[in-house]
């Protein structure tokens, strides 16, 4: 079965920095493109940002560009997104999830995490 | 961007009847040298992370149940619940993958009348 589990969540200071980990099993983690999606309080689902299987090709939210930085590392199967420059309306519950097996980029979200919340206030 | 955009907001439905929930888009999403439509369905219960149901607008993902269905082209899609179940109370969102951003709609809350 594939898993999705985020950590790193928690409270953070408007202008603080904290990063996301999202670690992978159930399927070769180093074929597929990753994302990360996030869902404000009460709000909709919004699209942070991707990365290719290899690292090499990243795409990010203009609302997020310059502030966040999507990274992996295979060997471990981990997923990471370092956020600096916080700001209130980063207030989220942060998805970690899989695109979807075409070996390319642009798709669905087939699997998703249960989410870490990122509450920035203080 | 191409904008998502759901109808009703909120939708009571009896159990046993459908439920029909619209989603349209600022711009195409169908690919014409595909013939595909960039278009998918999600399912969120509460506290609960969203669930893929449909995806190419009409083909059902692996495990959903065939009360599930899709339909529609070009800008105009529709995601049909036939036979309402205490289960399928949730929010449904749409998603346009034709072009990035990728981007949601703003999600119908499906309720038991």
């Known amino acids: 079965d594939v898993h999705l589990v985020e950590s790193g969540g928690g409270l953070v200071q408007p202008g603080g920095s904290q990063r996301l980990s999202c670690a992978g099993s159930g399927f070769r983690f180093e074929s597929y493109w990753m994302s990360w999606v996030r869902q404000a309080p009460g709000a909709g689902l919004e699209w942070v940002a991707s990365?290719?299987?290899?690292?090499?090709?990243?795409d990010y939210a203009d609302s997020v560009k310059g502030r966040f930085t999507i990274s992996r590392d295979n060997g471990q199967n981990s997923l990471y997104l370092q956020m600096d420059s916080l700001r209130g309306d980063d207030t989220a519950v942060y998805f970690c999830a899989r695109e979807a097996p075409y070996g390319d980029y642009l798709y669905y979200f087939d699997y998703w995490g249960q989410g870490a919340l990122v509450t920035v206030s203080s | 961007d191409i904008v998502m955009s759901q109808s009703p907001d909120s939708l009571p439905v009896s159990l046993g009847e459908r439920a029909t929930i619209n989603c349209k888009s600022s711009h195409t999403v169908l690919h014409s040298s595909f013939n595909k439509n960039y278009i998918a369905w999600y399912q969120q219960k509460p506290g609960q992370p969203p669930k893929l149901l449909i995806y190419w607008a009409s083909t059902r993902e692996s495990g959903v149940p065939d009360r599930f269905s899709g339909s529609g082209s070009g800008t105009d899609f529709t995601l049909t619940i036939n036979s309402l179940q205490a289960e399928d109370v949730a929010v449904y969102y749409c998603q346009q993958y034709y072009t990035t951003p990728r981007t949601f709609g703003q999600g119908t809350k499906v309720e038991v009348k």
């Open positions: 990365i290719k299987d290899d690292g090499s090709e990243k």
